[in-house]
């Protein structure tokens, strides 16, 4: 059997950031914590990948736990990143359990269509409702920890080890739920999903819970970029964000739970250079990347890796 | 209600507008399966190609009656140049590939598009509302409407009815009916299959051109034009069924008045009404009003 060197992996990591953090500016810091929470995002929706379901309405996930963390923040003056996280997580997940009975029977370019459809209603919703500050969001407080608010030159690196810690610990989830039956099905539905049938597994109930895991861990993702960013807007539910979250997907692969955050984060130092070095064709530069990852690297970023391992 | 005629006129001058902007993307996708997210770059590319001719035309005094003929032949420029480089040069060596791999290239070339035109014509709003205002207005129970909206009607009804044609009673309409039944079968039998994917796609970013060119005049042309367009043109599409030429003008039709209902109405809920249909429809035929099904394959 091979070795798992997953594990391995994310506790370097971890240490990396707790260590490396130390000696990061700040605004490296911030750019960080953005990438580990677009690729909590990312994480959940490679699952969906794997069983050949691309979502283009992951931002609605993404924009309930971001606005679910707001709200606590803004209701009950809840600061702490933990509680928010834990929040957004919950309240993602009810609503894709409830979405998931229509979704889970839709496939391919009809699954893109309806999850879009669905981030669109909610887009549609907050952009009109004034309690949520319709089109200009509002702000959130400075992030805590444990009910304990850091100094304000603390704050980036406290919330970046806490983002680093959730983040690897739900790719750990991950990866031990890809180990169990239900999580190596996706694969088998992506071939040919009559033939999973046949075998006895439902379809269905296997899309049903890998929609409701890729919906939690966006809600995360989007409650910890709330509380990183300290600003939330309903552009965060629109379709562009989503097609960030495909684009970032497709760049990584998912050939690791650990190609998520490495995606989120070379997409994150590309788009920082692109948008200081040409302000007005940066979009350009990241379509031209994502045409360049097509066309050369149709197995995504993570094959080099594991090209380079074979040879 | 008194409000029921103004409702039913915006409706129909909002659906004319819709089937404009969509018919091109279902036209595409039911040819070539290829959902086409540069849609909404045809889009902005014609709406600035208009303002920036038209404007011109006007500027050295010429006839402003021939500005709709300026109008139209800005879009037919901006798909000509553009579209045939975009499928010679880039998505022909995609048709081999998944059908959402392809939604990610247009994607791609939406995001550079949207860079490109910023460089061609910077970021400063364009105005000509000459052509808008130009034909006057008439009145609907008490509102006044330029009669500009009744080009809009007119060009909508003029492209469904000569689309129509062309599928159901020329030559070049059967064989395309025979190469989107199937491709293969067709290249064998000797249809120039490349070429029909080409004038295709021109034809479908044509008319998105068009859908831009023609709204330019109604206001005023800033980057990020393009974006809301093609969700908006996706919701149309998909609640008529993907590749239906009738499903698309019924599609527009829904949404135009139902927009139009809302906003007389109850403006809060416009977005939201709008996407709550395409869900809906989806909800209950995936395959839109008009599609058919596909039997699963083993």
């Not at chain 1, 928010?84 to 029977?105: D, E, P």
């Amino acid at each position: 059997m091979k070795p798992d060197h997953t594990p391995a992996i994310l506790a370097t990591i971890l240490a990396a950031v707790v260590v490396g953090g130390l000696a990061l500016p700040q605004w490296a810091l911030f750019i960080l914590t953005i990438a580990w929470a677009q690729g909590l995002v990312v994480l959940g929706l490679s699952l969906l990948i794997r069983a050949g379901l691309v979502s283009f309405g992951q931002a609605l996930f993404y924009c309930i736990g971001a606005y679910t963390a707001g709200g606590l923040a803004r209701a009950f003056g809840i600061g702490d990143i933990f509680v928010q996280m834990v929040a957004g997580t919950v309240a993602a997940a009810l609503v894709a359990f409830v979405l998931g009975f229509l979704l889970a029977r839709y496939r391919g370019i009809f699954f893109g269509l309806l999850s879009l459809a669905l981030s669109m209603i909610f887009y549609g919703l907050i952009v009109k409702s004034e309690a949520l500050g319709s089109t200009d969001g509002f702000n959130l407080l400075p992030s805590a920890l444990f009910g304990i608010r850091p100094a304000a030159a603390w704050v980036r690196y406290a919330v970046a080890v806490a983002a680093t810690c959730a983040a690897l610990g739900a790719a750990l989830l991950v990866h031990r739920y890809l180990k169990t039956p239900l999580g190596q099905l996706a694969p088998a539905i992506k071939d040919n999903e009559i033939r999973v049938e046949y075998m006895g597994a439902s379809v269905r109930y296997a899309i049903h819970v890998n929609y409701v895991i890729a919906a939690a861990l966006a809600g995360a993702g989007g409650a910890l970029t709330a509380t990183t960013v300290g600003h939330i807007d309903p552009e965060m539910s629109y379709w562009t964000t989503s097609g960030e979250f495909v684009f970032i997907a497709i760049l990584a692969g998912s050939g690791s739970v650990v190609a998520p955050f490495l995606g989120a984060l070379i997409f994150g130092v590309i788009r920082t250079y692109a948008f200081e070095q040409s302000p007005y064709t940066w979009q350009m530069s990241m379509g031209i990347a994502l045409l360049l990852a097509i066309v050369f690297l149709p197995d995504s970023l993570w094959s080099l890796f594991r090209r380079r391992k074979g040879a | 209600m008194s409000q029921l005629g103004p409702v039913f006129v915006d409706g129909v001058i909002y659906s004319a507008w819709l089937f404009i902007a969509a018919v091109g993307l279902t036209l595409v996708y039911g040819v070539m399966k290829i959902l086409n997210v540069t849609h909404g770059s045809f889009y902005a590319l014609g709406a600035y190609a208009g303002a920036s001719l038209t404007g011109a035309w006007l500027a050295k005094g010429y006839a402003p009656m021939l500005s709709y003929a300026v109008l139209f032949g800005g879009a037919v420029l901006v798909a000509l140049v553009v579209a045939p480089v975009i499928e010679r040069g880039l998505l022909r060596f995609m048709y081999a590939k998944d059908e959402v791999v392809i939604l990610l290239v247009t994607y791609a070339l939406f995001l550079i598009l949207e860079d490109v035109i910023k460089l061609v014509w910077g970021v400063n709003p364009y105005f000509v509302a000459e052509p808008y205002a130009l034909l006057g207005s008439f009145e609907v129970g008490g509102l006044k409407y330029p009669t500009y909206n009744l080009i809009l009607v007119g060009l909508a009804l003029a492209l469904a009815g000569g689309l129509a044609w062309v599928l159901r009673a020329t030559r070049v309409g059967k064989l395309l009916l025979a190469v989107i039944h199937d491709p293969e079968m067709s290249r064998a039998l000797g249809v120039n299959v490349d070429r029909f994917y080409l004038v295709t796609f021109t034809l479908g970013c044509f008319l998105a051109a068009l859908g831009g060119s023609f709204t330019a005049p109604t206001v005023s042309v800033v980057p990020g034009l393009g974006v809301d367009v093609i969700v908006l043109s996706f919701a149309v599409v998909v609640i008529g069924g993907l590749g239906s030429l009738p499903g698309a003008a019924l599609g527009a039709v829904i949404v135009g008045l139902v927009r139009s209902a809302s906003v007389h109405y109850l403006p809060q809920v416009e977005l939201f009404v709008i996407y709550s249909v395409m869900a809906l429809v989806l909800a209950f035929r995936p395959r839109g009003l008009f599609g058919l099904a596909e039997p699963r394959k083993i």
